[in-house]
């Protein structure tokens, strides 16, 4: 994220790594790989034999672009209490540039709607925010770089709920070390993942070197 209203990072060119790479054969450069005499006649031989019909396997996308919002109530607050930390939170999907849409200013924070929801029983809930803007200064998703584990993390759903978390771990990842594909996982244990820029700011590029990410587990 720059000081200039950039995204967090959190897509980048990370998210697409995520999608299904379709098993490929024959990848040789142009021409083909060289072919001995005994290999060419085994080649031929094998081309005589009559085709054998491949089953029909259905393929799904697993791109998250492609992937069905799910229908659990939304997140549309999150609090902080010790941290000072109470914003609204929006639902969002990608951005033109295939990351993860953010709100401009600082103090809305955006729930990855393709993802897991609050209370779902497997994945990860991710929640990200702006740290700082130009025209909006320094937002509340600054302060997460000194949560300590312990600290409480609620999120209250469309329908009312409050979804109650307990810190587990706060890291300052470098961007090119971040793992997105664990942290917007559909799968493993429920935890909420929030997740903003942080570390040093690199002027020339204007944009943060790294990534703040929290991890939290449901309470009871």
Known sequence: ????????????????ALAVVLATAG???PGGPATSPS??????SSAQQPPVALPD????SAALADRPPVSAPAPVRLVVAELGIDVPVEAVGLDDQGRMGLPANP?????YRFGSAPGSATGSTVIAAHVDSLVYDIGPFARLADAPAGTRVEVTTADGVVHAYTLESTAI???????????????????LTLVTCGGEFDYDARRYLANVI???VPLG
């Open 107 to 111: 103090a809305i924070a955006a729930w």
């Open 39 to 44: 290999a060419a006649a085994s080649v031929t």
């Open 214 to 216: 929290v991890t939290a």
């Open 27 to 29: 990848c040789a450069g």
């Open 1 to 16: 994220m720059t000081r200039a209203r950039v995204s967090v990072g959190v897509m980048g060119g990370s998210i697409a």
């Open 57 to 60: 396997i259905p393929r799904s």
């Open 173 to 191: 990842v470098p961007k090119e070390s971040v793992d997105w594909s664990g942290a917007f996982a559909r799968d493993g244990s429920p935890r």
